[in-house]
Nanobody
Framework: QVQVVESGGGLVQPGGALRLFCAASGSHFIIYRMGWYRQAPGEQRQMVATITAGGSINYADSVKGRFIIGRDNAKNTVYLQMNALQPEDTAVYYC?????????WGQGTQVTVSS
């Protein structure tokens, strides 16, 4: 059974930084794509950043130049380094992995940017 577990959320002041971490377990297959999505109250879940096993990266326009995604294929982990955080980055952040035709989600971790 595939499990996806996030960690690293919290409260940070505007301009601060946080690193989110996600670990996937329970599968012997290659994880094609790993990524981060976020959902603010009253809004739809949106893609933040994704990275394929081959290293192709995609960022949402709103986070380009501020966030960095990276993964360790051998350990099935992915991180999201978030810099220059702003109040509009406040949301629940979800880790997402794609194995074949199947998508798996973590339980989410809250990120709050406030003074």
């Amino acid at each position: 059974q595939v499990q996806v577990v996030e960690s690293g959320g919290g409260l940070v002041q505007p301009g601060g930084a946080l690193r989110l971490f996600c670990a996937a377990s329970g599968s012997h297959f290659i994880i094609y794509r790993m990524g981060w999505y976020r959902q603010a109250p009253g809004e739809q879940r949106q893609m933040v950043a994704t990275i394929t096993a081959g290293g192709s990266i995609n960022y949402a326009d709103s986070v380009k130049g501020r966030f960095i995604i990276g993964r360790d294929n051998a350990k099935n982990t992915v991180y999201l380094q978030m810099n220059a955080l702003q109040p509009e980055d406040t949301a629940v952040y979800y880790c997402n992995i794609i194995i074949g035709p199947q998508a798996y989600w973590g339980q989410g971790t809250q990120v709050t940017v406030s003074s």
